[in-house]
């Protein structure tokens, strides 16, 4: 009957989204060991240099980033300014481990901040900024955050004036943060959305697109 089909068609979509959902948290579970590995090597880094009270300071940070994980363990989309707060966290750990080789400008217009965007995002794209395009340089570099909407997507993006990525820069694509990143926008929006990396005429871009959704009251 044409009511049982609706129960089975409704019963279906329900277990789809438990799949979905349950795939997106172990994505976000593989994530979050991924950057407590990295801060808490910089801060082995830090004692072994003599450096204790930058290792305090940076460990104070991370116990700060890993609440905000939690507060935010049931959500899989938020604000960009949330988003955005959350990533200055991850930055103030880089900039005690990095200092002045460092370089950041941010450039995310205040009217997109509502827009929802998912959880810890951006932070796996500004790491692999960090790993590819400043930590292996001893004068360090540049990295640049911005933001940008057309039409019915919005589009994040993180630039660094790093090595450009080779020919076979599919292999970047292994890494835990941006293959986490391109599974997470898949299940989350389909086809229509994803991650692009691009060389620059100096340096290498990561474009990250998704619909431009404003912020539910």
Known sequence: SRRRLAQRETEAARLNEQLSRAQLDALRRQLEPHFLFN????????????????????????????RRVVDASDQQEVSLGEEME??????????????????????????????RVPSLILQPMVENAIEHGIGTR????????????????????????????????EQLRSGVGIANVRARLQSLYGAECGLDI??????????????YKGDVP
Do not use: C, H
């Not at 830090?46 to 940070?61: K, P, S, T, Y």
């Not at 570099?141 to 090595?163: F, K, M």
């Not at 691009?198 to 619909?211: A, F, H, I």
């Open 39 to 66: 801060t808490l090597n910089a801060v082995a880094g830090l004692v072994r240099e003599g450096r204790n009270d930058a290792a305090v300071n940076m460990i104070a940070g991370l116990s700060d980033l890993l």
């Open 138 to 169: 001893s004068a360090g570099g540049a990295i640049r955050i911005g933001a940008a909407r057309e039409n019915a997507l919005l589009t994040l993006s993180v630039y660094n004036d790093g090595p450009r990525i080779p020919d076979d820069w």
């Open 86 to 115: 959350f990533l200055e966290t991850y930055l103030d750990i880089q900039r005690m481990r990095f200092a002045d080789r460092l370089q950041l400008k941010v450039a995310v217009p205040r009217e997109f901040l509502s827009a």
């Open 198 to 211: 691009r060389n620059q005429e100096e340096g290498v871009e990561v474009l990250l697109s998704v619909p």
